[in-house]
């Protein structure tokens, strides 16, 4: 069965930081590259950050290079997203899922992250 759960969210000033986790079912973890994805209040769920199995190729979206970091831990079945330098525009609930993942797929809760300005 997969199961997604993240967690590691909350409020937090501008240029703050956050370390979020996502612990994933065998199932779901094994199948190769992991991603982070969010979604903002109105807006529809975006990519932000995917990893592939090794670790060796890492990808984000522009507003993000150089303030997050996506990593994973293979014998844990997690994937992380630190994120740093918060600004108010990243304020959105944070999924991860395969890094395929469309919106008709299973999507876990999410975990929100808010950064007041």
């Known amino acids: 069965q997969v199961q997604l759960v993240e967690s590691g969210g909350g409020l937090v000033q501008t240029g703050g930081s956050l370390r979020l986790s996502c612990a994933a079912s065998?199932?779901?973890?094994?199948?190769?590259?992991m991603g982070w994805f969010r979604q903002a209040p109105g807006k529809e769920r975006e990519f932000v950050a995917t990893i592939t199995w090794s670790s060796s190729s890492t990808s984000y979206t522009r507003s993000v290079v150089g303030r997050f970091t996506i990593s994973r831990d293979n014998a844990k079945n997690t994937v992380y997203l630190q994120m740093n330098k918060l600004k108010p525009e990243d304020t959105a609930v944070y999924y991860c899922?395969?890094?395929?993942?469309?919106?008709?797929?299973?999507w876990g809760q999410g975990t929100q992250v808010t950064v007041s300005s």
């Open positions: 065998g199932r779901t973890f094994s199948s190769g590259a």
């Open positions: 899922n395969v890094a395929s993942a469309t919106k008709n797929d299973y």
